[in-house]
């Protein structure tokens, strides 16, 4: 059904002229509701489906948009690409993904007009070879949002969650706990490790507002935020003469990563070192024990960025650059508290056998 529908087909159907159908189409002019009704109806009932792509090379793009990312096979991007998927299609946009691999010069040729003119209208870019002050020499003509942790410079629109203050509270949840000799596992000293120095920051900060001090030899340096730089650094934490009481993670596949080392030790989690994580992904909810993360609204940063992005598309002039910043929550959960009330493990039968422990 639809398939050789016309405006003009909808139009005789609606009793307007083409130009109202494709005001309604396309949400241009203002019509009123009646009419709107109307086109509506004659839309349903003929099965007409605008085509997007000859609107699209009418107005010079190609309908693409893309999104470039430093790794796919991290769950966090993974996720939030479903989420940028879906947005952009509902607005008839095709997605294209790269993966960079943090190569600065790979990240750089998404900032040239050149490398976009025949493939897409727009970037959604998660830059991580590229320093906040590389993302000003670029061509400001390209329609840009930024995620992760360089703000915008005016030119582009950035959304993230405020880093320092969710691992603050990352920090002060486990703080809170009583625990006194808390690790961070993911520092990165460099000049494009932003995101991780934004993360050491908010955990310094809740040891000063705590009155306490940080250990300065629990503060751990990894290349990459995954599972085996967490337990690598977990076992190196383990080996210190007065070893952590709860660590705080700066993704989630790290804290999985750590709580693999610590099983491998003999230790508990959380009842000899409590963890925390960062990203809420799907895995450190199903984990045993599950991870208690810090969880940004990712939904609404792929919701945003897409609009934002197609906002930048579809403007005639440029439109000023805008900081956004999405929600986050701390999420409790095993890796810190255990189990709590509602949640206790089911307790063994005479059938089970007696004397069994949990």
Do not use: W
């Amino acid at each position: 059904m639809g398939r050789g529908v016309t405006l003009r087909d909808v139009a005789a159907r609606a009793g307007v002229s083409s130009r109202t159908v494709s005001n309604v189409v396309n949400g241009y002019a203002r019509v009123s509701e009646e009419t709107r009704a109307r086109v509506q109806k004659a839309v349903d009932e003929l099965g007409y489906r605008p085509n997007v792509l000859a609107r699209n090379l009418a107005a010079g793009r190609s309908g693409q948009i893309a999104v470039v990312v430093p790794y796919l096979d991290t769950p966090y991007f993974a996720e939030l690409l479903q989420g940028v998927i879906r947005a952009a299609r509902v607005q008839g946009y095709n997605v294209l993904i790269d993966q960079t691999d943090g190569d600065a010069e790979h990240e750089k040729l998404f900032l040239t007009r050149g490398s976009t003119s025949l493939l897409f209208d727009g970037v959604i870019f998660s830059p991580l070879g590229l320093s906040q002050s590389d993302l000003s020499v670029r061509d400001t003509s390209l329609p840009l949002v930024i995620l992760g942790e360089r703000v915008s410079d005016g030119t582009f629109d950035h959304v993230g969650i405020d880093d320092v203050t969710a691992s603050m509270e990352a920090t002060e949840h486990l703080l809170g706990l009583g625990r006194r000799r808390v690790a961070a596992i993911g520092d990165q000293p460099y000049r494009t490790g932003e995101a991780a120095q934004l993360r050491t920051r908010g955990f310094r900060l809740a040891h000063e507002r705590a009155g306490l001090p940080v250990h300065e030899e629990l503060v751990i340096s990894t290349p990459r935020f995954n599972r085996s730089d967490g337990a690598e650094a977990m076992a190196h934490l383990l080996d210190l003469e007065q070893p952590p009481d709860a660590v705080f993670c700066y993704s989630d596949l790290v804290a999985l990563g750590a709580m693999r080392t610590l099983a491998s030790r003999g230790l508990r989690v959380p009842e000899d070192v409590a963890v925390i994580g960062y990203d809420d992904i799907e895995d450190g909810r199903y984990s045993n024990p599950s991870v208690t993360t810090i969880s940004p609204d990712k939904r609404m940063i792929a919701e945003t960025a897409v609009e934002r992005l197609l906002n930048r598309i579809g403007s005639a002039t440029p439109v000023p650059g805008l900081e956004i910043r999405a929600p986050h929550r701390l999420v409790v959960r095993e890796s810190t508290v255990g189990r709590q009330a509602g949640h206790e493990p089911r307790r063994p039968s005479e059938a089970d056998g007696a004397g069994l422990t949990g």
